[in-house]
């Protein structure tokens, strides 16, 4: 990978980064409930299951999530070739992309779940009826996911490397 690569990988995955951020905690402000199933386990035993509303609207936010990730992922892997100044390879096309994720997961895990929801913990975050769980401080919980979200994000960079190669190839 060349450092125009790397610094291609390194400004969408800051993108995404921004862009999740805004979206996560914006949502988080507007219905933490939305974020129900990402609260360790204790929290969610104490809390109880969604409210119907909350259950509707997951299903946009979910969309809406995975249109920004699929975006930003989808415009870093159709700019490679004009950052490495020339036609990218799939491999180096599927490490743009998959760093550029990672960064995004990273920015979730170490700002939004370990900053946020564990050292400053706003009330935005703690869902009312939770507030003495264990949970919020359950390191282990938001690592795993982390690393769960790694080997989804891997699926999701094959997938988004391969149509951007498809475009490439049509319009090019």
Same mark, same amino acid.
């Given at each position: 990978?060349?450092?125009?690569?790397?610094?291609?990988?390194?400004?969408?995955?800051?993108?995404?980064?921004?862009?999740?951020?805004?979206?996560?905690?914006?949502?988080?402000?507007?219905?933490?409930?939305?974020?129900?199933? #990402?609260?360790?386990? #204790?929290?969610?035993?104490?809390?109880?299951?969604?409210?119907?509303?909350?259950?509707?609207?997951?299903?946009?936010?979910?969309?809406?999530?995975?249109?920004?990730?699929?975006?930003?992922?989808?415009?870093?892997?159709?700019?490679?070739?004009?950052?490495?100044?020339?036609?990218?390879?799939?491999?180096?096309?599927?490490?743009?992309?998959?760093?550029?994720?990672?960064?995004?997961?990273?920015?979730?895990?170490?700002?939004?779940?370990?900053?946020?929801?564990?050292?400053?913990?706003?009330?935005?975050?703690?869902?009312?009826?939770?507030?003495?769980?264990?949970?919020?401080?359950?390191?282990?919980?938001?690592?795993?996911?982390?690393?769960?979200?790694?080997?989804?994000?891997?699926?999701?960079?094959?997938?988004?490397?391969?149509?951007?190669?498809?475009?490439?190839?049509?319009?090019?």
């Amino acid at each position: 990978m060349s450092l125009a690569t790397l610094i291609h990988s390194l400004n969408y995955g800051g993108i995404l980064s921004g862009i999740l951020f805004l979206f996560i905690v914006g949502s988080m402000v507007y219905n933490p409930e939305l974020w129900l199933n #990402d609260y360790p386990p #204790d929290v969610r035993k104490m809390y109880g299951p969604p409210s119907e509303k909350t259950v509707r609207q997951r299903k946009w936010f979910g969309i809406g999530m995975l249109l920004i990730m699929i975006g930003v992922l989808l415009a870093g892997a159709l700019t490679v070739p004009s950052a490495s100044g020339g036609r990218a390879t799939f491999m180096v096309t599927l490490r743009v992309v998959y760093i550029a994720f990672l960064i995004g997961s990273l920015m979730d895990l170490l700002v939004i779940d370990l900053l946020l929801g564990m050292v400053i913990r706003p009330k935005f975050m703690v869902l009312k009826g939770t507030e003495g769980a264990t949970g919020y401080r359950n390191v282990k919980f938001h690592f795993d996911a982390f690393l769960r979200g790694a080997f989804s994000g891997a699926v999701l960079s094959l997938i988004i490397t391969a149509v951007a190669q498809g475009i490439l190839l049509l319009v090019g």
